[in-house]
């Protein structure tokens, strides 16, 4: 190396060789492909259209649902609570992991089969690994006089709908 | 005079076409044997000469080649069952059904592949116990250690992504359970989770996914990390015996 630099005094007075900046614009070159890369490779992986099911759940007419009742809709994963203050639906996902609960009518609450967690019929957590107690979802009455439940908006507890 | 069955094979070793497809001339002699061991592509990863202890049967029984013959078994197993596997939601229970019931020798090769897993992922475990408390992963094998713990990676990524490919009941609240755990990752979580299982329940992007990981991307990984763990046990100097000390061996 010291050989070469006698060789190129340009070198020596500090100036980069044509060489070096032809190297280090080859590997910015490299750098900016690499992060394209990168990007287009997250958005190629993240799909823009979900063949999901809607989040917004149909349970049906209010009387269908008993006073004082707890009805599971398990395809939908949610609970529907016919309370003496109203209705309102809790979402039937654990918030541990993700399993589904069920409701245990002889016992009055809601457990999951995985890790153990119980809840009461307002969701809150008495039992188990469960960090938050289960959410309550947003209810309304559809102009046809159907309850309607969106999965994917948690509203604050203690909101019932009266029809 | 009769010929003897060796007589026959050095014949044979000795014709045009053996010669063509093994380059070592025939003989005996230590350079004979490194050549013949140098000049194949599945034994060049070996080390040319070796310690008559690291080839004896031993109490371990050889943790890493029985890893090496399980993965091996799931390679040749998979690749059946992959043909009358479909990875869809409409079929993939129904198919697994299938291999169990109507394919012939489907219930053995989808046993097979099962325990073997199970095999795997316990030797692994075994191999790593056996390599910590022996010492090995001392220098000059501190890198192997690395590329062995990739691989144990590698091998509970295989086993977590072939677990949801039969679509029961199991595999679905397995998967959701896992995938839940990784959306724990503090910022990026809910990210991971949903690149992971292409969208935001376990559905059929992510069984489509897993069995790509499954088939695809993760045996080629492993295939590759293997070929680097097994020819750097011969660049650290071959397997350790315990005999000699490290620092005599880093050298070599």
């Given at each position: 190396m010291s050989k070469q630099k006698e060789d190129m005094p340009r070198e020596q007075a500090g100036e980069v060789s044509r060489r070096e900046s032809f190297v280090k614009l080859g590997l910015g070159s490299l750098a900016v492909a690499g992060c394209g890369a990168a990007v287009f490779g997250y958005e190629f992986l993240s799909p823009n259209v979900l063949y999901e099911p809607s989040p917004i759940a149909n349970v049906g007419k209010p009387d269908r649902f008993p006073q004082d009742s707890l009805t599971a809709d398990t395809g939908s994963g949610i609970y529907i609570v016919h309370a003496a203050e109203g209705f309102y639906a809790l979402s039937a996902t654990c918030t541990h992991l993700g399993c589904l609960t069920a409701w245990k009518p002889e016992l009055g609450i809601i457990a999951c089969p995985c890790h153990g967690s119980k809840f009461n019929r307002q969701g809150t957590?008495?039992?188990?690994?469960?960090?938050?107690?289960l959410p309550w979802l947003k209810v309304w009455l559809s102009d046809e006089g159907d309850l309607l439940v969106d999965r994917s908006t948690v509203i604050p507890p203690n909101q019932y709908v009266r029809t | 005079m009769a010929k003897t069955v060796e007589s026959y094979w050095n014949d044979l070793r000795e014709t045009r076409a053996w010669r063509s497809i093994f380059r070592g001339a025939p003989g005996a002699g230590n350079l004979h044997s490194a050549l013949a061991v140098q000049q194949n592509v599945f034994l060049h990863l070996a080390s040319v000469k070796m310690r008559r202890k690291s080839l004896a049967f031993s109490a371990t029984w050889y943790l890493g080649t029985l890893t090496l013959a399980t993965f091996m078994i799931l390679v040749g197993t998979g690749v059946l069952l992959m043909l009358y596997y479909h990875p869809s939601v409409p079929q993939a229970y129904a198919d697994m059904k299938d291999l169990e019931f109507v394919v012939s020798a489907g219930l053995f090769l989808r046993n097979l592949h099962r325990w073997s897993a199970h095999a795997m992922v316990l030797l692994v475990f075994a191999h790593m116990f056996k390599v910590f408390y022996r010492g090995a992963y001392r220098p000059p094998r501190e890198f192997n250690w690395v590329i062995g713990v990739i691989l144990l990676l590698v091998t509970l990524f295989l086993s977590y992504t072939g677990?949801?490919?039969?679509?029961?009941q199991l595999a679905f609240w397995a998967i959701t359970v896992g995938s839940n755990l990784i959306s724990a990752v503090p910022l990026l979580g809910q990210k991971i989770r949903f690149l992971m299982l292409?969208?935001?329940?376990?559905n059929a992007n992510a069984l489509l996914r897993f069995y790509v990981l499954h088939c695809v991307i993760l045996p080629f990984a492993a295939i590759l990390f293997i070929a680097i763990h097994f020819w750097r046990i011969r660049k650290d100097g071959g397997l350790h015996t315990g005999i000699g000390d490290s620092a005599k061996e880093s050298h070599g």
């Open positions: 957590k008495v039992d188990g690994p469960a960090p938050k107690p | 677990y949801l490919l039969p679509w029961d292409g969208g935001n329940t376990v």
